[in-house]
């Protein structure tokens, strides 16, 4: 769907939601290339800049929630088409963040698209800070009960650390080649949305960075306690087996057809068999409970 808006210096065209006759719109009416299209189309496009011969294309990504995805939290790509007279945003799913920009912050092709840039640098930190409320929410969770739903929630916010990690520098690195490309941030309002922008991106850098440090540091501290659980089971089990072995091995013992000694004293070796068991079974109590293996 074609979201036309037009300002005093350009034109902006919002594609959200792409089908086939926008693409083929895109290619008739806006002389796009298919490359450029495929290159829409692609869900795994990294950001970069582009120089055609009648437009530029500028890819960025931004953190979005999709329920369909194998990761709930992850990126996509915004993929930015300007020419003299036009600017185009193409997104495969809709981008609202587009819709915060302001009419003043839309002066210029350059300012606004440093702005698209900025706003998604911003969007990168709330995203963060809600993934960080359902990992400590994942921690409280499992300091109660140790889950598997939990650790598979944090598995998926992990993932989404990767994801999100790999945007912001791509940004980063996007963002430096628009600041040195000649003619583009040419204006003092321009030049500080770009170092806004950048301040944005750096301390996204530093938030995912640490971010992924505490889960990592959760992660391994659960992986340790579910190791020592699971070690102090097989402790347990194992003294278990032996305790109910002794009485095996006796009962066993008086069981075979030979001659046993106060055999004939049948009050006697009753008592004898129940002392045994009872001296053995009491001997390796008395080791679990020392050894604290119990």
């Known amino acids: 769907m074609f979201d036309i808006e037009k300002l005093k210096a350009f034109t902006w065209i ?11 719109k895109l290619q008739t009416a806006y002389k796009i290339d298919e490359d450029t299209i495929s290159d829409i189309l692609d ?8 120089v055609e011969d009648d437009y530029k294309v500028i890819i960025v990504r931004f953190p979005i929630i999709n329920r369909e995805n194998d990761t709930l939290w992850h990126t996509e790509p915004l993929s930015i088409i300007y020419s003299r007279d036009r600017v185009i945003t193409v997104c495969r799913k809709r981008c609202d963040l587009l819709d915060k920009i302001k ?4 002066t210029t092709r350059e300012e606004f698209i440093l702005n698209i840039v900025y706003y998604i640098a911003e969007s990168y930190l709330r995203s963060l800070k809600e993934l960080n409320k359902r990992v400590l929410a994942s921690k409280k969770a499992l300091q109660e009960r140790i889950r598997k739903q939990e650790l598979l929630n944090l598995l998926e916010i992990e993932n989404s650390y990767t994801l999100y990690m790999a945007g912001i520098k791509g940004n980063v690195v996007l963002l430096d080649k628009l600041e040195k490309m000649r003619g583009f941030v040419k204006t003092d309002e321009a030049e ?3 170092e806004d922008a950048r301040i944005e991106l750096g301390q996204a850098t530093e938030v995912v960075t640490s971010y992924s440090k505490m889960l990592k540091s959760i992660k391994e501290t659960f992986e340790s306690v579910i190791n020592m ?6 402790n347990r089990l194992t003294m278990w087996n032996i305790i109910l072995v002794i009485p095996t091995v006796v009962v066993g013992y008086y069981g075979m057809n030979m001659e046993l000694p106060f055999a004939e004293y049948h009050n006697a070796a009753t008592a004898i068999f129940i002392s045994i068991m009872v001296l053995l079974i009491a001997f390796a109590l008395f080791m679990a409970l020392r050894r604290r293996v119990y």
């Open 229 to 234: 659980d699971s070690n102090t089971y097989i």
């Open 14 to 24: 919002n594609i959200g939601n792409p089908d086939h006759e926008d693409f083929m």
């Open 43 to 50: 869900p795994d496009e990294q950001p970069r800049l582009e």
């Open 103 to 106: 009419k003043s912050e839309k």
């Open 192 to 194: 500080e949305i770009a």
